[in-house]
């Protein structure tokens, strides 16, 4: 995953970020920033995503933090995603051209000193049954 250096004034913020991507390599990942609207999917993410990777995180992550409608979105996941509150586990649902799919997630926040540094969406590899809900 390859994270722009411009995104994290902070070199400890960089290298927290850096260090949360690392530690959750082999899990599909999903890095978002707040304050410039961006998404970063590591490898095992974009490959659960497929070719419409784009337009499934937009619809994903930018609704969880409220950037679209917050329909769709558990009412706890945008508050962990920022930080607010202690992480959310549950499923997510995925738009793709043959269907939704669930997913087990889990949402949280990278705080340094109390501030944003950025939201971490962690997700199951499988698909979800109704039992992981």
């Not at 902070?10 to 410039?36: M, Y």
């Not at 009412?75 to 043959?98: F, R, S």
């Amino acid at each position: 995953m390859q994270l722009p250096a411009e995104l994290w004034e902070s070199e400890q913020d960089r290298h927290l970020v850096q260090g949360a991507v690392k530690a959750f390599d082999t899990t599909p990942l999903i890095v978002t920033d707040k304050l410039t609207n961006s998404v970063f999917l590591n490898a095992r993410a974009e490959e659960l995503f497929g070719e419409r990777a784009e337009a499934l995180v937009n619809r994903v992550t930018y609704s969880l933090l409220g950037f679209g409608t917050r329909e769709n979105a558990p009412k706890d996941l945008p508050a962990a995603l920022l930080g607010q509150t202690q992480p959310w586990h549950g499923v997510v649902e995925i738009n793709t051209t043959n269907g939704v799919r669930r997913h087990a997630a889990e949402a949280s926040a990278v705080l340094r000193d109390g501030h944003f540094v950025c939201g971490l969406i962690r997700l199951s590899g499988k698909e979800a049954t109704h039992h992981d809900a």
